[in-house]
């Protein structure tokens, strides 16, 4: 490979990295101002379905459940199905017992399958009579009048699906999960703005009941379910006054085997869900910006290195790919920084990218060396 050809690989892979984390979301924000697509939300009270899938969440099952009750919404129009995934811990029991005091709890027990399966046999078995399924983790907190806020958007004809906005509470330890995800919703707030979300969160959604569909089971619902309400002409949108909230991974190194998981997941849906058919042409650049060079950071920042190394090699007089190299190494400089706890302005956040990025590539070379697994363990840091 020439010189010029290893440019253009340098350069192209220092673009999409900084078009996926900077420059794409000041192009939503701009595209955002210029044609907001309103929503036409309402107050209105659906018959409502809400599924907790959950797997050994002995600890945190009765908190969860106590919390969906208090939720400022009619009774006789609220049903909870806690779905459990084969839980062998005192979960079953412990909505059991709730169960038997209180009519709108219901608990389902399933064979191991995994989450997406567990959510799928609560709708089968007790979503026929109603309007709306929602959805939760079994570790998260609803808002009183969370409920009611998520389903506003859903008096809109045209919206199909709603996701709430997951607060990350203060981390017990050093992860900067927080930080990363007040971005996250700032950009989730524009893409609603321009017409729909390219992702959710598993703490709060819900779907219109004739709306719902059955994915692979090693599919999460966050990646594509609003994908496929836009494939299926419907809206996928956000709506931040439907707030839960949970707690983070403990540390950073934590978070980086959570992320191995989910990005598993994702890279599955990437490769195999057919993201990219039917789609409207902004949308189709949003999901590619958002999430699948998202995905490749990790494999960009490792080519761009390389090809940076190759330039000093070839062109050792050239002071540009210098001073690019140099960057590229104050940035694992600042990250190990983070990593060793030293206060030093953005050394933590540096860390905490450097290790998701990692986590993209991991995840991809797992998902290729052995497929991902539909089942899931509990992060006990977030419990």
Known sequence: MGVAMIAIVFWASIALIVWTHVAYGAAIAAVARMRRRAIAAADMLPRVLIVVAAYNEAAVIERRLENLLALDYPADRLAIVVSSDASTDATNDLVARIAEREPRVHLLVNERGGKIQAQDKAVRAFGSDVDVLAFSDANCTWAPDALRLLVRPLADPEV???????????????????????????????????????????????????????????????????????????????????????????????????????????????????????????????????????????????????????????????????????????????????????????????????????????????????????????AEGTR
């Open 160 to 378: 199909g699906y709603v996701c709430g906005r997951l607060a990350i509470l203060d981390a017990d330890g050093v992860n900067k999960e927080g930080a990363y995800w007040r971005y996250e919703m700032w950009l989730r707030a524009n893409e609603s703005a321009v017409g729909s979300v390219t992702g959710g969160n598993g703490s709060i959604y819900a779907v219109r009941r004739s709306a719902y569909i059955e994915v692979h089971p090693s599919m999460g619902h966050d990646l594509s379910f609003p994908c496929r309400m836009v494939q299926n002409g419907l809206r996928a949108v956000y709506e931040p006054a439907a707030v839960a909230s949970e707690k983070p991974s403990k540390d950073t190194e934590e978070e980086y085997r959570r992320k191995v998981r989910m990005f598993e997941h994702c890279w599955l849906i990437v490769l195999r869900g057919k993201m990219l058919r039917r789609l409207p042409p902004l949308y189709w650049l949003a999901i590619v910006s958002h999430r699948h060079l998202r995905y490749l950071t990790g494999l960009l920042h490792l080519v761009a290195l390389a090809a940076n190394i190759a330039l000093v090699v070839l062109e050792p007089g050239s002071a540009l790919y210098w001073l690019t190299l140099a960057g590229q190494g104050g940035l694992l400089a600042l990250a190990l920084l983070g990593k060793a706890r030293i206060r030093v302005p953005f050394a933590g956040l540096a860390w905490y990218y450097t290790l998701v990025s990692w986590a993209t590539t991991k995840a991809l070379f797992n998902y290729l060396r052995r497929g991902v697994p539909a089942t899931w363990e509990a």
